[in-house]
């Protein structure tokens, strides 16, 4: 089983839309969680850190549920700029190296 | 923020060469660099955790006499691929972290292996 698993994707949605992204993982001791955005061809870049009461920065909001393991990525009011691939990745715990999900690819279309 | 450079940022070799990557950190000094690979639609994969001045710590299946990795000082890292083979075309990322810990890492943007 992968460490950290995501829907690959892609989800095609209109501009405007919202749409919601899921991961989980599967080391229970795991410390800390992000999400990453990639553009193709380029590096990660920190989207947003994940927190367990939930945190919001713009129209993006990320949710940690440690009981179930899990993760949520929001994404509202889509915007073009938005299509990109969004890496879950996690802080594995006790190791002190950053876990990266395969990716969930976002198309937004106009 | 914090600034990785990485050079060269595309390559493309014969089959058998030896290539060497750089990591630089820019505005701050880095303790520890990684190393990732990602191949086309599959998650970064970290090869090697380097921390400078000691030997690097090598994920299981990363061979460390074909991936070589020097942390000589506090900016910057090489990864030496050594004898490519076409297998080993990927997508090379490097990241930085200062003491605070793994957590907080800096990117690179990634060099593009191509082995013909």
């Known amino acids: 089983r992968k460490e950290v698993e995501q829907d690959p994707g892609p989800f095609n949605v209109p501009e405007g839309a919202t749409v919601a992204f899921n991961c989980t993982y599967s080391n229970s001791a795991s410390q800390s969680f992000f999400w990453y955005r990639q553009d193709c061809r380029k590096e990660p870049k920190l989207l947003m850190s994940v927190y367990s009461s939930g945190n919001e920065d713009g129209r993006f909001t990320a949710q940690l549920n440690r009981a179930s393991q899990y993760i949520s990525l929001l994404i509202r009011d889509s915007k073009l700029s938005d299509s990109a691939t969004y890496l879950c990745?996690?802080?594995?715990?006790?190791?002190?190296?950053?876990?990266f999900g395969a990716g969930t690819r976002l198309a937004v279309h106009p | 923020g914090a600034v990785v450079s990485q050079h060269p940022s595309r390559v493309i070799c014969k089959s058998g060469t030896s290539v060497k990557i750089e990591c630089r950190s820019l505005?701050?000094?880095?303790?520890?660099m990684f190393w990732y690979r990602q191949f086309p639609k599959k998650s970064l994969m970290l090869m090697a955790t380097?921390?400078?001045?000691?030997?690097?710590?090598?994920e299981q299946g990363v061979e460390k006499d074909k991936f070589l990795i020097n942390h000589a000082s506090l900016t910057l890292s090489t990864l030496t691929v050594t004898s490519a083979h076409p297998e080993d075309s990927s997508f090379y990322i490097c990241?930085?972290?200062?003491?605070?810990?793994?957590?907080?890492?800096?990117f690179g943007p990634g060099t593009r292996l191509t082995v013909l």
């Open positions: 505005d701050f000094q880095a303790t520890t």
């Open positions: 990241s930085a972290g200062d003491s605070s810990g793994a957590d907080t890492q800096y």
């Open positions: 990745v996690v802080l594995s715990g006790g190791y002190n190296k950053l876990i």
């Open positions: 380097s921390n400078e001045g000691s030997k690097a710590t090598y």
